[in-house]
């Protein structure tokens, strides 16, 4: 399974993006995919994740409200809408993905121990 992501780039505060992590197969039938994000010298942060076939979704405490994850499974592709950004926003954003059927929780935003990570989209909120 290989994941690309696509759709980083420089937004002012209060913008708008939208991330794409291309699935080099469908892995939403019977297995999760999650965002995550790292700050220049901060621990990796768990955004976002799509589960149980895109019926189980949940969010990191610093987004909610604000990202949404969907899929497009004619697409093989996990999508994570970005509005009303933030400096705080800025980061390189990776999608991870295991073939497990789980439901989304705030215990699997804090996990890193994925078996398959995309190369990373850098995404920088500034003015």
């Known amino acids: 399974l290989q994941l690309v992501e696509s759709g980083g780039g420089l937004v002012q505060p209060g913008g708008s993006l939208r991330l794409s992590c291309a699935a080099s197969e469908f892995v939403l039938d019977g297995g999760v995919i999650l965002w995550f994000r790292q700050a220049p010298g901060k621990e990796r942060e768990g955004v976002a994740c799509?589960?149980?076939?895109?019926?189980?979704?949940y969010y990191g405490d610093a987004v909610q409200g604000r990202f949404t994850i969907s899929t497009d499974n004619a697409k093989n592709t996990v999508y994570l809408q970005m509005n009303s950004l933030k400096p705080e926003d800025t980061g390189v954003y990776y999608c991870a993905a295991e073939n497990v059927d789980r439901y989304c929780s705030d215990w699997i935003l804090t996990r890193s121990d994925f078996e398959f990570w995309g190369q990373g989209a850098q995404v920088t909120v500034s003015s």
């Open positions: 799509i589960g149980k076939e895109g019926t189980s979704t």
